[in-house]
């Protein structure tokens, strides 16, 4: 089983930025493919962002184009996420997943292993 392990989590003001980390240990190879969720209170959990561990394309929501990016260092088993530019809708609990497949899915249902989470609140 793998673990994931998300930090960086915090409140900021809107306009600022924060980058969040995603540490996975354990049987890592039980996904190729690591993804960025969040969920805000009362809503469904969405796809934020997502990418391959042996690089490649990338995807992202439309929300958060051209404002945040996903990247990752396979040394550290580690994924990133670099959130700029940040507006109070985009206040949730942020979680990383991961999942093994050849298409990136974009649907939480398809990813089998998830963090606990972390907070992000943004004021306006």
């Known amino acids: 089983q793998v673990q994931l392990v998300e930090s960086g989590g915090g409140l900021v003001q809107a306009g600022g930025s924060l980058r969040l980390s995603c540490a996975a240990s354990?049987?890592?190879?039980?996904?190729?493919?690591m993804a960025w969720f969040r969920q805000a209170p009362g809503k469904e959990r969405e796809f934020v962002a997502g990418t391959f561990w042996s690089g490649g394309s990338t995807i992202s929501a439309d929300s958060v184009k051209g404002r945040f990016t996903i990247s990752r260092d396979n040394a550290k088993n580690t994924v990133y996420l670099q959130m700029n530019s940040l507006e109070p809708e985009d206040t949730a609990v942020y979680y990383c997943?991961?999942?093994?497949?050849?298409?990136?899915?974009?649907?939480?249902?398809?990813?089998?292993?998830w963090g606990q989470g972390t907070q992000v609140t943004v004021s306006s």
């Open positions: 354990g049987r890592t190879f039980s996904g190729n493919i």
């Open positions: 997943a991961t999942t093994f497949g050849i298409v990136l899915p974009t649907t939480h249902l398809q990813y089998k292993y």
